[in-house]
């Protein structure tokens, strides 16, 4: 479930927006994360796990209270994770260092400005990923998309155990189901992409990544933040599932429950419910993720006071626990 895209063309600025499709309440919050965080990403029973002190600050929304599911950093760098059936991480190999899934997000959104550092970072540092209930009592299988300021996307998928990475300008679309080579290899069939075959309509992975691919691509430029917001939010509109839909006989489609939008270059972030009509957002200018400042948490409850720009409405707190599998 899910759709991802990122919308950026020359002379305005990058964003993307990502809406979250799944089954039931994901008890989502957003939180404001600093610099300066030590996280070790597997359990204490396993001796080579990967470590890290984090480089940037972050708005993260979480899933579940034990994972990132999405977020944007201080350098315009987003992360993505939607879930991916066909993923699967391959039995313990103890040479490379161990990440569970639920920290696979803010992995890189602590330490990487661009998607060109982070490929490059795991060209010369590989790691193995290893699942976890992210979702109770339920495995999760995941891909993750990350994008930035220059527009530059990199798709991460896991098969056998094996890690494929997309990367380049051009990968502008995430949904789920197949893995990514068969998705690209399928928006050929329609026009727009060297097809005969008109916009698919329904809410399968296959036709949302199809037109969501070429709506983002029909965008008119703009150079203003808030107009390119709502466009980018036409798109994945779009490409959203309705309430009422769910299919048990069909486990990659389930409902919207929340979008985000992600502006790269102004470094605003914004999340919307679907069972809201207002949507809040945290600007980074107003965010203090230095190293050394408290975690901060605003407890999406959907009331009319929750509207706007919600800087001043975050707590002090601690960060949630990851799950460590």
Same mark, same amino acid.
């Given at each position: 479930?899910?759709?991802v895209?990122?919308?950026a063309?020359?002379g305005q600025?990058?964003f993307?927006a990502?809406?979250m499709?799944?089954a039931m309440?994901m008890d989502?919050d957003?939180w404001?994360?600093p610099?300066?965080?030590?996280?070790?990403?597997?359990p204490?029973?396993? !001796?080579?796990?990967l470590e890290?002190?984090?480089?940037? +600050?972050s708005?993260a *929304?979480?899933?579940y209270g034990?994972?990132?599911?999405d977020g944007?950093n201080?350098a +315009?760098? *987003?992360?993505?994770?939607?879930w991916l059936?066909?993923?699967?991480? +391959?039995?313990?190999?103890? @040479?490379?260092?161990?990440?569970?899934?639920?920290f696979w997000?803010?992995?890189?959104?602590?330490?990487?400005?661009t998607v060109a550092?982070a490929v490059a970072?795991?060209e010369?540092?590989?790691y193995?990923l290893?699942?976890?209930e992210?979702?109770?009592?339920r495995s999760t #299988?995941?891909?993750?998309?990350? @994008?930035d *300021?220059?527009?530059d996307?990199?798709?991460?998928?896991v098969?056998?155990?094996?890690?494929?990475i997309?990367h380049g300008?051009e990968?502008?679309?995430l949904?789920n189901s197949?893995?990514?080579?068969?998705q690209l290899?399928?928006?050929?069939?329609?026009?727009g992409?060297?097809?005969?075959?008109?916009?698919? +309509?329904?809410?399968?992975? /296959?036709d949302r990544?199809?037109r969501?691919?070429y709506? /983002?691509?029909?965008?008119?430029?703009t150079? @203003?933040?808030?107009k390119?917001a !709502?466009?980018i939010?036409s798109?994945v509109?779009n490409?959203?599932q309705?309430y009422g839909?769910?299919d048990?006989?069909?486990?990659?489609v389930a409902?919207?429950?929340?979008?985000t939008i992600?502006d790269?270059t102004?470094?605003?972030?914004?999340?919307?419910?679907?069972?809201?009509?207002?949507?809040?957002?945290?600007?980074?200018?107003k965010l203090?993720?230095?190293v %050394? *400042?408290p975690?901060?948490?605003?407890?999406?409850?959907g009331?009319e006071?929750?509207l706007?720009?919600?800087?001043?409405a975050l707590?002090d #707190?601690d960060?949630?626990?990851?799950? /460590? %599998?």
């Open positions: 479930m899910c759709t895209c990122v919308w063309k020359k600025p990058v993307s990502r809406n499709d799944w309440d989502t957003l404001v994360i610099a300066g965080r030590h996280h070790r990403a597997g204490e029973s396993e !001796a080579n796990v890290w002190t984090s480089k940037y +600050g708005v *929304a979480s899933a034990i994972g990132t599911a944007l201080e +315009g760098l *987003a992360a993505s994770a939607l059936s066909e993923s699967t991480y +391959g039995p313990r190999d103890e @040479s490379l260092p161990l990440m569970v899934i639920s997000c803010q992995y890189y959104l602590d330490n990487f400005a550092q970072d795991f010369t540092n590989p193995q290893q699942t976890a992210i979702t109770p009592g #299988t995941i891909h993750l998309q990350v @994008s *300021a220059t527009g996307v990199a798709v991460l998928e098969i056998d155990g094996a890690f494929t997309h300008t990968f502008t679309v949904t197949p893995t990514y080579d068969q290899e399928n928006l050929k069939k329609y026009k992409f060297g097809g005969d075959l008109p916009l698919p +309509g329904t809410t399968a992975p /296959v990544f199809v969501a691919s709506y /983002v691509g029909a965008l008119p430029t150079e @203003s933040p808030d390119a !709502a466009e939010l798109v509109r490409a959203a309705p839909t769910v048990p006989e069909r486990p990659n409902p919207t429950i929340w979008t992600r790269h102004d470094l605003r972030y914004y999340f919307q419910a679907s069972t809201s009509p207002y949507p809040v957002w945290l600007d980074f200018s203090d993720v230095s %050394g *400042a975690v901060k948490c605003l407890k999406l409850d009331s006071e929750q706007g720009n919600q800087s001043d707590v #707190t960060l949630f626990d990851f799950s /460590v %599998g």
